[in-house]
């Protein structure tokens, strides 16, 4: 993956689907249609409970939408909103931070593989995803993001060495998340298998896949590429906190 073909990206982005698309606001999509039973909050903001994601959404940003979101945190608390535009909190809030996500589209046909290997991940397995999580750092995953969707796992020796999991899912989309590899078992293809695997279940149901990758992880948006993962548009990531 060259860095001139990341910053080529305005060429890249699918300018016909940016307008008033459910991707460009994902969160509330999710919040308001097939995750609906995850949320709490009204109709200006609504949350996922914090075990589950840290993430939050408002309609639109607006002065009322930004005081709903506040009644729903509390001091300890800090949210995680994606934006089609970057966001100007109110003085109520904190900036914690910004970061650029690229949202990348799957293929639209399924993938032949042949990955006898992989195993659905349940409640007994979430100590040992934790531990992998905490090690490979994919993103946020606490004890309960494995209600979201199906996770898929990759043990060697009782190990846990490698998973990929569907977090964010609205109307016709879900997402392909957490997905990581031991150190000590890199390079031996264990995300490429888990994420087609993931697509070919996903499309089967008749939804599109899709997911978030940092601006920077080349490496990752490489390995997207290849499995067929086309940029739609870039996604601004605002972490905010009650200010003190």
Known sequence: MSISH??????????????????????????????????????????????VAPFAAMPKPSPENFAALAELLTAQDQVALFTAEPLVPPECFELVARKTLLQMVGPATRSAIHAPHIAALGAADVTDMLALIELAQPG???????????????????QLAAMAGERLHLDGYTEISAVCAHPAYRGRGYPKDLIVTLSNAILERGEIPFLHVLKENLSAIALYEKLGFAVRRPIHLTLLRLAT
Do not use: C
């Open 6 to 51: 990341t910053s080529s990206l305005p060429l890249t982005v699918m300018d016909s689907e940016i307008s008033e698309h459910p991707l460009d606001n994902v969160i509330w999509a999710a919040l308001t249609s097939q995750h609906g039973s995850f949320a709490s909050g009204k109709q200006g903001a609504r949350r996922y409970p914090v075990q």
């Open 140 to 158: 946020p995953f606490s004890t309960r993001t494995r209600e979201l969707g199906n996770y898929l796992g990759i043990r060697v020796d009782g």
